[in-house]
């Protein structure tokens, strides 16, 4: 998981220096990546610290047995790479461009760089939460109280800003990024399982009942 968000700094650093091109739009977009790559494994690194291995990682452990490395790299490993990739297009589309900067572009650093913040702030506001929460209590507070998930609202709003910023430079493909993110959020691995683990909590249904899943909104009246 901490190789998640620094197999995006990777691609925008190779790609920098492969179309040495250091142009202000393409350092712009750089060093975003990496902010964002970084702060996501510094926070996901400090956050399983001294924890256990990963239940997932378990389960596969005691699926796979003997054949548990060669699965882990395939299913896991090179699957993961070839989505950051695929999700990097948006960023690489910005990088590698020769094309001049138009106030699409900078409107797309805008929403760029509201992603990171966002995020950021979500996940800020959750660790604290984790810290002293008592048991069977739910967040609901600051940005929470107007998203289930405002953290994948901030990642998804960061590959739009990099996909918008691309498109605007001629980069068209750099559509995929957000397109992929997206769907990996809304449909595979980010909200469905929380919102799976959650389905038996009468606490958690209250809340979704009144609150967005993703979009932030005013709550609903209780």
Known sequence: DVAWGLGFVYVALITLFISSNFGTVQNLATALTCIWGLRLAIHIGSRNVKKSEDARYQIFRDKWKDSFLPNIYVRIFLLQGALILAISTASVGVIASDEPASKTTYLGFLIWTFGIA?????????????????????????????????????EITVWVGAGLAAVSLGSHWGLIGPVVISFLILKISGIPPLEKRYKDNPKYQAYKKRTSSLFPLPPKSR
């Open 118 to 154: 966002f995020e950021s702030i979500s996940d800020w506001q959750l660790r604290s939460f984790l810290k002293k929460k008592k048991v069977g209590e739910i967040m609901q507070s600051g940005l929470w109280r107007y998203s289930r998930h405002p953290n994948y609202f901030g």
